[in-house]
């Protein structure tokens, strides 16, 4: 009797484990099938819009920032080409602008804004593809410099507009 009662509690557990298929402790909903993500290099169009500055280095560690989330938050593979899963874009943004002022008309408060447009092919289920902007800001005092404050502002919008990114594509937030 208590041996019957031990193949139908590990039963019970094997069917359990089969449900969780493709399940995440992230969120991440990965179709079944795909092993592994591609992530090129984003395009640094930033300069090209008026109002916006151009920012060396800002494709190359958003590119990096993008695959770190991806490989941490599931368990896919990176590969340099034929992803099962395709991010690429264009950063088009990179704005610092006023967001207050002093009683004499001195900004007092400003605001550093990066905006990226995504690219997503998913070659496992095509209709999850997308294209879409993506934003996000920082604000700092006025009287730092963005020199300054450049390494915690890019810290915080990456970290930002990755798990937005990663929540639109993986985890169809």
């Known amino acids: 009797m208590i041996l019957n009662f031990k193949y139908i509690f590990i039963y019970i557990i094997f ?9 995440s402790f992230t969120g991440a ?14 395009d640094n169009n930033s300069g090209n819009n008026v109002g916006s500055i151009f920012e060396p280095g800002l494709d190359r560690d958003l590119t990096l920032a993008l695959q770190n989330i991806l490989e941490n938050q599931t368990n896919l593979q990176l590969v340099q080409s034929n992803g099962d899963l395709l991010y690429e874009g264009e950063i088009n943004e990179y704005r610092v602008s006023p967001m207050t002022s002093t009683a004499d008309l001195n900004a007092a408060q400003n605001r550093l804004t990066i905006s990226v447009n995504i ?12 294209e879409r902007r993506f934003s996000f800001f920082f604000d700092f005092p006025a009287e730092q410099q963005l020199i300054s404050i ?11 507009l990755t798990q937005d990114i990663f929540n639109a594509s993986l985890a169809k937030w």
């Open 15 to 23: 069917i359990g484990f089969q449900s969780c298929g493709n399940y």
């Open 150 to 160: 450049k390494n915690e502002a890019h810290e915080v919008i990456f970290e930002r």
């Open 119 to 130: 690219n997503y092919t998913n070659f496992k289920k095509e209709e999850d593809n997308f």
């Open 29 to 42: 909903s990965i179709p079944e099938g795909t092993e592994t993500f591609q992530v090129n290099l984003f």
